[in-house]
């Protein structure tokens, strides 16, 4: 039996150390899975850790790496898309296994890096890219792929949801559940693309990939993040039973498909509402399975690292999954453009001297009237529709969230 399967560690940052306690503290459970033992090698970082129990396999070079044939697999948990794209190039074309929780690199590069792999003869696996801890690429892969999938819609991040959900519960302030979410590292290092919906928007991406074989570009998909949701749109959802949550959403719309990011008010009887903190879920709809959720925890050292490490098993045992070559062609052009058939209820919400105005426009009495503003449920419509009919209060709307 093969001993030993040996490993590089890109990062020692939150995933990094995660993915190294876990490799040290759950040896056993390791042989026990994988019939080997697992080492680290080395772990490439630009910082020294003198003070840290992995401290003596860090270096600096990332040829150190690329150069030890003993070396099987590269962990990259560095973030961002630059050099981990070109380090994970490399790894791959040298032989290389590599497993990532970048979900950058995997949005924008997925498509040329799957191929690489395979033309290589190695894996490139990215459990951790979406979910954290969740196991949902590994289940579309595999035990729901035979259905036809008509929706997926999830929690992608961890940071955001958070941060809602303490808006919700504590009446915090965004700025205080932000800062909460950084320091308990669930936050991207610019914590823009959490709150902007770029992080989900990759992630809905590489979800698109594996649901309906066409990887779109991120920067393709209507994307709005929950920097304009209010203390008062909270409230208003609760009063009508909803919560608000960014999701986002994949929708295949008969073969036109629709994907965006954006916060929807969602009834509380749904599974997704009830999904709080830095938990994640995602949920699929499909033909003829009906609906499946995942859920789980969607950020941190330990969650993380549990699905980068879960995917070196595939890798040891040789029971890999490779239908992700397929899913990855590059889809171009054709997103956005199908947005605007999207078709929703809307609440807004409105300074009161647009009463009038809007009660014709809408075709909708107002649903309630405090504080110097009027709040209106609409009839559903397209985004089109709805483009056109509030074009002219651009930037005066004091809210705009869909329904479900
Ligand atoms: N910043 C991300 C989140 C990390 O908050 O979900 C996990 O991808």
New binding site residues.
Partial sequence: MKRTHTVAILGHGVVGRGVCDLITNNQRELVHYLGCEVKIAHILDLRDFPDSPYGELVTHLFDDILLDESVETVIEAMGGSHPAYEYTQAALSAGKNVIT?N?EVVANFGDKLVRLAAENGVSYRFEAAVG?GIPVIAPMLSSIRQNRILEVRGI?????NYILTKMFTYGDSFESALSD?QALG???KNPD??ILGT?SARKIAILTALALDMLPSVDEIHTEGITGIRASDVRFAESIGHRIKLLGRCISNGGKPVVCVAPFLIPCESPLASVNG?Y?AVEIVAEPLGNVMFYGQ??GAGA?ASAIVGDMIPIVTGGGYNPIVPGFNRAEHFIRAEFSTFSSRFYIAADERHRDELTVLLEAEPYSEEGGEVVYITKEMTEKEMDALTERFEGELLSKIRFI
């Avoid at 992608?156 to 955001?160: A, S």
């Fill in positions: 929780s979900k954290g992608l991040n961890g940071t955001t979410a669930y936050a991207e693309a959490d992080d830095v994640n969607g950020a993380t």
